[in-house]
């Protein structure tokens, strides 16, 4: 780390060449809207890491906040796979270039295709759990309270969510996952589309089982 770091709410935003790099891939692949997001989503889950005093990998956490939504744009985006594993691969892919152990890898490929499967990521190791934590923190408002005015108000400050936030990541999501809706099965951009598209229609599981081809 060099000594002019940037620091937002107490939390130094990692520069190394890695982290710059994905920087630089991220902000030039995404809309100014998830670039922020993604960027508050490390603050947030680097505070909630600083607050829990967990001990986790500030870099890694970055790399999984920074691709927790690059499966939303086309050029990472498969026809078949979750957004979620989509991301996760393109940040297998953007590590594979630097020195990283294969369970680092594995840990931020987990926090960005768990990211939406509430109840299993804070369970996982910290840096799985915090990029979750973040998401949730920016999207829901999850231990909003946990935080404080000041440490809220100075990341919204450089990393600005703008008037119309809630709408405009819901039309992400919604743009991430509807030409492929089948991928919504089982997790929460289901409930994305069900508002979003008036054409789709929701798989039911309990239905999945009394129609399958077993005859009891």
Not at 130 to 149: H, I, K, P, Q
Not at 178 to 207: C, H, Q, S, W
Request: proline content about 4%; hydrophobic content about 40%; glycine content about 6%.
């Amino acid at each position: 780390m060099s000594d002019k770091s940037e620091i937002i709410a107490g939390i130094r935003i990692p520069d190394s060449q890695m982290a710059k790099a994905a920087t630089e891939l991220v902000r030039d692949s995404e809309t100014d809207l998830l670039y922020h997001h993604s960027r508050r989503v490390f603050l947030f889950g680097a505070l909630t890491g600083e607050r829990k005093e967990l001990k986790y990998d500030p870099e890694l956490l970055y790399i999984g906040a920074m691709f927790h939504d690059m499966g939303i744009i086309d050029t990472y985006a498969s026809e078949t796979e979750r957004f979620e594993v989509d991301g996760a691969n393109a940040a297998r892919d953007f590590l594979k270039s630097y020195d990283i152990s294969q369970q680092d890898v594995d840990d931020v490929w987990d926090s960005i295709a768990l990211h939406t499967t509430p109840g299993i990521p804070q369970h996982k190791r910290p840096v799985v759990a915090l990029v979750t934590a973040g998401v949730e923190m920016d999207v829901l408002g999850l231990a909003y309270n946990d935080f404080s005015d000041a440490e809220r108000e100075e990341v919204c400050t450089c990393h600005p969510r703008g008037l119309k936030f809630k709408h405009g990541i819901l039309s992400a999501f919604c743009y991430g996952t509807i030409k492929k809706p089948e991928t919504t099965f089982g997790n929460v951009k289901a409930d994305v589309l069900e508002r979003m598209d008036p054409t789709y229609k929701r798989v039911n599981f309990a239905e999945l089982i009394m129609n399958s081809t077993w005859d009891s």
